[in-house]
Every structure is written in C-alpha cells, then in structure tokens.
C-alpha cells in the first residue's frame, strides 16, 4: 500500500525521519511517496503551500502523513496545514489523549487515568477566515455552520464512539449566546444521537467544560465540538496527558485523510536532533489503525509504552534528574523494545486486515442538496451602516420617507439595542445594524431589498447588509441584545 509523506518544515524532517525509521524496523508494509509541501514550496511561488504534483499524488493515494509546516507570515498566504484539511473535506479532527504510564502530570500522580477524545469540526466556524473592515474602527468575521457540515462530524464522533465502545458522549458549545450558530449544531447533534440509543449523550457549555475537564477529565469519554472551541479545548487536553509531544491528530473526510501531530514546526529546537517524536508516533499509529494494520500499530504501541514505562525521555519531559536522549537515540530505544509488553495498558496484538484503497471520482457533491421542507421567505433585511451619530437621528433619517410596507424594528451597536430603547451607558461605534422588517412577517422580494437598500444610500454608507429569512414560522435570526 502506498501513502503520501511530508516531511514538513522546522523539526519535521527529523521526527518523520525518526518514526519512519521506526516503522521499517517493525516491518510495517507501507511505501512512501515524498511530496512537496511547505514552506519552502510557498518560497517557490506555489501561493498554496504545494505542488501540483503533491495534491495529485494526494488525491490519489488517499493518505497523507505529514509533519508539521510553517505559514509564513506577512505574505498574505493562507496556512497550508488548513488549506489540505479543508480543500479534501476532512471534517472531522480526531484527537486522543491518554495517560502514558512515565509521562508524569497532575492527574497521573493524583491516580486519575484520561482517555479522552475529542472530535473537532474542521471545515467550518471562524475558520473560513471570511474577515471584512467594515469601517476604519469595525472589524468583521464571519461564522458559518452549516447543518449539513455539523452532521457530517457529528455522525463521524457518534459511530467512532460506538466502535470504541465509548460510555458517553458529550456535544461542547456555546448556544446559549450563539443561538443559531451553535444552536444549529446542538440540534444537529442530538438529532443524529436518536440512532444510537445506548450512547448517554449530553451536553456542556464550553466554558463549564474547561472548568470541569481541568478538575474531573475522566468524567468525559468522546466529546465532539465546532471547530475554533475544539482546537482551544484539544490543546487544553494536550495539557492534561503531558504536552504537546503528546498530541496526535486525525484529520478524517471520506475519501482523503490526513495524519499528523497537533505541535508546530518548533523553530526554537529545530536541527537539533531533540524534538520529541511520540506525537508524530501517536498520529502514525492512528494512520496504521486507519489502513487496517491492527497487529504492527499495537506491536509498535507496546515498545512506545514500554519505552516511557522505563523512564526513557526526550528534553521536553519526564524526570529531570535522568539524562535525555535525542531524537534518535529515543526512537532507536523504542526499536530496541518492540517484542516487549508494557505493564500497564497493554494493546492486544490483533490480526491485521488492511483495507482496500478506494480509486474515489468526485461526480456530485451531496452536501449541497438541502433537505429542508418548510415554506422559505423573506421577511425584511438588516443594514450595518457607518455613522457618528447618535441612535435618534440615525432613527430620523431612517424613518424618513421609509416604504410603509416595512418598519425599522430595532438599531443596535456592537450587538446591544440603543434604539428605540436603550442605555445612556451603552458605548458607541461608528457603527448601525439597523433591522428593517416587513409589517406582519409579509414576504418581500429582493427587488424590495435593493429598494431599500436605494433608501439607505441617501444617508449612508452601508457597509454590509444581511437577509432576514424565515422557515414556516421560525425566525432565521438572531435578536439583538435587550430587544
Ligand atoms: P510549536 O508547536 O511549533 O511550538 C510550541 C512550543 O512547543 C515550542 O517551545 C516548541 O519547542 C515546543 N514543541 C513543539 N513540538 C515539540 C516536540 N515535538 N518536541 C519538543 N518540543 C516541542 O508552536 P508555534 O511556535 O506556535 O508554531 C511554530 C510554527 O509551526 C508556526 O509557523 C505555525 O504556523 C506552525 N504550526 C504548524 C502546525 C501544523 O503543521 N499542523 C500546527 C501548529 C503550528
């Protein structure tokens, strides 16, 4: 079988080197493709951080193991880590984190074992990246989650946590503030959990979750989250097992996957043959699972366990008062140990069955095709627009000569009504979101929209304008703060 490999930027070639080195000598029957990604790609002028020789060979082999890379700054290029996880749909980042019996944190000396996953949307959220200046002082990001991209991730946790015979499962968000972002994905979530009655599955708002994830992790078992709170909450798992040359990541879509470790490129230590390669282990043994190749990822797991049961170590962790072995002295002690049992946590050396690669011809993209039933209209619009002025004559100016067929329901600065009630304390910007809505919820057409869009124009600056819609007789948006 053959799998795509990038070594990477900063310490990747030396951790790739070292568990690839590990990997022969376990006989592990793979055959790497080099391809060229990175930084140094973008230096070549491929403005995507790869050739087009690399997604080809990607593309068709399925499988990319790669080490971390650096985006470099001030360029205006886009991270090539994000670009792959989001140009071959890899929705779903699984990361796992265990304790490791001689990987010493708090909760290892308290006797309190971790097994935790957390599933991270991938696509979506804040990482479209989708930012606009709306006026000199106002900035704006846009938030997409989509029903079809949150079941996608979410049917992905739920059937990894029946395979992995998980006791809960756990949806991390924050919908009491993002009503219809996170909602979305809250309703999505227990939705999908109907069809599988034995998984208890609940739900915990982020910042509660942190607070108990830092005080009981072994409370949680698969926890699968949007994709900005999952990277802040995996990295904060990364901390409770021991750091991040700890930390394996997934990144799962249907038809491409992409291994690597959580870590960055480690500018500080690079080329000094001292970077701990377990993370980059965790992330090959996950990709060995993947393929099918049960018996060499335990074989290889047990003499890595075995390995830090001794007390052997890199730099970056364990008993200070033992020396440190580089990079390659480490990999060459987990070498010496494969054959050997752990005394704790030992994986049962099962058969392997590698899986069949699969040719895949993207023909129609499913996702697109909505399902949804209800009667669909629009009902009126919100424009942000740019102004010094106070709510009252923003309102006046409005008011003025407005289509009778609609009513200016509401203005709001930074989210917080300031008309037609509001709070002298409430601090301005220079700028409106002003809520135009059509009298008794009629439908309006878009040419009314641009009408009134027209209206706006004589006063204003509009710098940005969102639809309001409605689905039978759901609101699709959100009210403003103190409405
Ligand atoms: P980093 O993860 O590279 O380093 C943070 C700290 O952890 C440093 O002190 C580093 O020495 C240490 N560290 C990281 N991995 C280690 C290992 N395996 N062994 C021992 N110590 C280790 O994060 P930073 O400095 O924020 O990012 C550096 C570069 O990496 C940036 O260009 C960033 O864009 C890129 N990056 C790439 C990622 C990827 O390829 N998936 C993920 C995160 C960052």
Not at 247 to 266: Q, R
Not at 453 to 476: A, D, R, T
């Amino acid at each position: 079988m053959k799998i795509a490999i990038a070594h990477g930027d900063g310490i990747g070639p030396e951790i790739m080197k070292a568990v690839l080195s590990l990997f022969d000598a376990a006989g592990v029957p793979l055959e790497y493709v080099p391809v060229d990604m990175g930084k140094w790609v973008f230096d070549k002028g491929y403005n995507n951080g790869m050739t087009p020789e690399a997604q080809q060979t990607i593309e068709s082999l399925g499988i990319l193991f790669k080490g971390p890379m650096e985006t470099p700054k001030g360029k205006g290029v886009k991270s090539v880590n994000v670009t792959a996880r989001k140009t071959w749909n890899t929705y779903a980042n699984k990361r796992v984190f265990q304790t490791l019996h001689g990987v010493d944190t708090v909760f290892s000396k308290a006797g309190i074992p971790i097994d935790l996953t957390i599933v991270r949307e991938n696509i979506e959220d804040t990482y479209g990246g989708i930012e606009h200046m709306l006026t000199h002082d106002v900035a704006l990001s846009r938030r997409f989650i989509t029903r079809p991209g949150s079941e996608q991730v979410i049917r992905y946790a739920f059937e990894m946590a029946r395979k992995k015979g998980a006791r809960r499962i756990t949806c991390g968000h924050k919908a009491n503030i993002m009503k219809i972002t996170d909602g979305l994905f809250l309703e999505v979530f227990y939705e999908v959990a109907k069809e599988y009655p034995e998984l208890k599955s609940d739900d915990v708002i982020v910042d509660d979750l942190c607070m108990k994830m830092v005080t009981r992790p072994d409370l949680f078992d698969v926890v699968v989250l949007t994709n900005l709170q999952g990277d802040i909450v995996s990295d904060l798992c990364a901390g409770l097992v021991g750091g991040l040359g700890f930390a394996p990541s997934a990144n799962i879509g249907d038809h491409i996957c992409i291994f690597e470790a959580v870590h960055g490129t480690a500018p500080d230590i690079m080329g000094k043959n001292i970077a701990n390669p377990t993370a980059l282990l965790l992330s090959g043994l996950a990709m060995l699972r993947h393929l099918g190749f049960m018996g060499h990822a335990a074989r290889i797991e047990n003499a890595l366990l075995y390995t830090l049961e001794s007390g052997a170590r890199t730099g970056d962790f364990g008993d200070k008062s033992k020396p440190a072995l580089n990079t390659t002295e480490f990999i060459q002690t987990i070498i010496n140990n494969l054959g050997k049992t752990p005394a704790h946590g030992a994986r049962p050396i099962l058969e392997d069955k590698p899986i069949t690669p699969t040719q895949y011809k993207l023909e129609k993209n499913p996702l697109i095709m909505s399902k949804e039933t209800m009667d669909e209209k629009i009902v009126g619009a919100d424009f942000f627009v740019e102004s010094e002025e106070q709510p009252t004559p923003v309102a006046e100016k409005i008011l003025a000569g407005l289509n009778p067929k609609f009513e200016l329901v509401t203005i709001s600065n930074r989210g917080t009504q300031v008309w037609p009630k509001g709070s002298v304390f409430t601090n301005l910007v220079n700028q409106y979101r002003c809520r135009i809505e059509s009298k008794d919820a009629a439908a309006c057409t878009q040419e009314e929209i641009l009408e009134l869009y027209q209206h706006f124009m004589k006063e204003f600056k509009v710098c940005s304008i969102e639809i309001l819609n409605m689905w039978g007789e759901k609101k699709g948006y959100s009210l403003a703060q103190g409405q």
